[in-house]
């Protein structure tokens, strides 16, 4: 494991006070994005210890509502900026110039406002519908904060970048995914799987399920991304993680009910 890498993941996608001594090169930034799974799995952990804080002392709404806003104070809320820049862009732009130009505007529009208050909406009715069960709701967090990292970064691998970084508001980690990354970002998540699979929370059907809903919904981002501005921007692999975070909650509703 490289310490390094992962201290920069850890900066990257969250809000942490992490310090990075040493000068950031191309080579970090490609494997830093290895370790993008490892840091949702350690977000999720902290929010189901959160949750399970909160439940205990509050009624499961206000855990849950709690539980979120602590999730966009950790990230910074770095992907549902991404997400509704994303509805922004392609709800607003004809062309793929036009796209780029308001996705990397600092205000929000029409699109992304009503997107990003629907996404919230879904991921609090969710999140309330899963406490009915239980934990669970602690284990769909951890799912789906590693398991959507790790979708949202496979996505480096099949399209081109399609925005300059002098141009981007943020530069992207990196440009392409090494074999050396993917070994640790599929590593994670499969590890998650496993984990869960041996304590009896899943089945292996369950976990097929869950592998299944996530290769699907890549496909439909990479397609949807491709259609729109012909590559992925950092946007993009924000708004495929919160995408596919959803799907997931709502993969563990139907096992659990």
């Known amino acids: 494991m490289n310490k390094g890498a992962f201290l920069l993941a850890v900066v990257f996608l969250t809000r942490l006070p992490v310090p990075i001594k040493d000068k950031v090169d191309d080579s970090q930034l490609n494997q830093a994005s290895g370790y ?9 952990l902290l929010l189901a210890f959160i949750y399970l804080l909160l439940q205990s002392i509050l009624t499961a709404e206000v855990a849950v509502i709690l539980t979120l806003a602590t999730g966009i104070f950790v990230t910074g809320a770095f992907h549902e900026d991404g997400f509704a820049d994303v509805w922004d862009g392609f709800g607003g732009g004809w062309s793929v110039e036009q796209k780029l ?4 505007d600092s205000r929000l529009g029409t699109y992304g406002v009503a997107a990003l208050c629907l996404l919230l ?6 999140l309330v519908s899963l406490a009915e069960h239980g934990y669970w709701v602690c284990i769909a967090l951890i799912c789906g904060h590693t398991l959507s990292r790790a979708m949202a970064t496979s996505i480096i691998a099949l399209l081109p970048y399609v925005q300059q970084d002098t141009q981007s508001k943020v ?8 074999n050396h990354a993917r070994v640790y970002l599929y590593g994670c998540a499969l590890a998650v799987l496993v984990v869960f699979w041996c304590f009896d929370y899943f089945s292996i059907w369950h976990c097929v399920a869950l592998i299944v809903s996530l290769t699907v919904m890549r496909r439909l981002c990479v397609t949807w991304f491709n259609q729109q501005l012909g ?8 708004a495929a993680q919160q995408i596919s975070e959803v799907v997931i909650y709502m993969v563990c509703l139907a096992i659990w009910r």
């Open 36 to 44: 993008f799974s490892l840091v949702g799995l350690l977000v999720g």
């Open 101 to 104: 130009d308001i996705m990397k």
């Open 121 to 126: 909406l879904l991921k609090y009715q969710l």
């Open 171 to 178: 530069k992207p980690v990196v440009q392409s995914l090494s």
């Open 231 to 238: 590559g992925y921007t950092g946007d993009c692999l924000g």
